[in-house]
């Protein structure tokens, strides 16, 4: 059984940063990539950011040079760095891992950005 737990996100005014993490445990097969999305009220779930296990990015245009994913391989953990904030970023932050036997989704992290 494969379980994503994360930890990170708040509260933060716009022009903050946060950092999200996301570990990944159990017995699970070969790790493709791991990635972020989010969620926004009355949204539907957004691509946010990914990597793969060779350590190459990709980022939602939205977020591009202020979201900086990283990974730990040994530890199987996958970091959302996030800066300069603002309040349309306010959403539920899902981790995501691809392995060759499937997709598994963290339990979410709630992102608020406001005054």
């Known amino acids: 059984q494969v379980q994503l737990v994360q930890s990170g996100g708040g509260l933060v005014q716009p022009g903050g940063s946060l950092r999200l993490s996301c570990a990944a445990s159990?017995?699970?097969?070969?790790?493709?990539?791991m990635g972020w999305y989010r969620q926004a009220p009355g949204n539907q779930r957004e691509f946010v950011a990914r990597?793969?296990?060779?350590?190459?990015?990709n980022y939602a245009d939205s977020v591009k040079g202020r979201f900086t994913i990283s990974r730990d391989n040994a530890k199987n953990t996958v970091y959302l760095r996030m800066n300069s904030l603002r309040p349309e970023d306010t959403a539920v932050y899902y981790c995501?891992?691809?392995?060759?036997?499937?997709?598994?989704w963290g339990q979410g992290t709630q992102v608020t950005v406001s005054s």
């Open positions: 995501r891992l691809l392995t060759g036997a499937g997709v598994y």
């Open positions: 159990g017995r699970m097969s070969s790790i493709v990539d």
């Open positions: 990597i793969s296990r060779g350590g190459t990015t």
